[in-house]
């Protein structure tokens, strides 16, 4: 099974920046896709990035151009920065593996494994 630690989160202002980075227990971490999605009191689960084990990047239209996702498979870490933040990205942030084939990365149900989340959120 796999076990993942999400870190970095914090308070930040607009317009700063903050990474994230999501430890990973998984001993075939380099065959994983990862993703990142975060979750707004009152709302729904959302994607926000994604890479593949080829690292291949997938981003919500949301943080293209802004966030970055990416990996260091000899430390079993996937990171996401963020920068030009706005106080719409403020939320809790899961980190995910999906461990099985399959073409989605979209959607939670395409992961099988779960960080506990760590709080982001930006002032204005």
């Known amino acids: 099974q796999v076990q993942l630690v999400e870190s970095g989160g914090g308070l930040v202002q607009a317009g700063g920046s903050l990474r994230l980075s999501c430890a990973t227990s998984?001993?075939?971490?380099?065959?994983?896709?990862m993703g990142w999605f975060r979750q707004a009191p009152g709302k729904e689960r959302e994607f926000v990035a994604a890479i593949t084990s080829r690292t291949t990047p997938y981003y919500a239209d949301a943080v293209k151009g802004r966030f970055t996702i990416s990996r260091d498979n000899a430390k079993n870490t996937v990171y996401l920065q963020m920068n030009s933040l706005k106080p719409e990205d403020t939320a809790v942030y899961y980190c995910?593996?999906?461990?099985?084939?399959?073409?989605?990365?979209?959607?939670?149900?395409?992961?099988?494994?779960w960080g506990q989340g760590t709080q982001v959120t930006v002032s204005s």
């Open positions: 998984g001993r075939t971490f380099s065959s994983y896709t």
């Open positions: 995910a593996a999906k461990t099985l084939l399959g073409i989605g990365v979209f959607r939670t149900s395409d992961y099988d494994y």
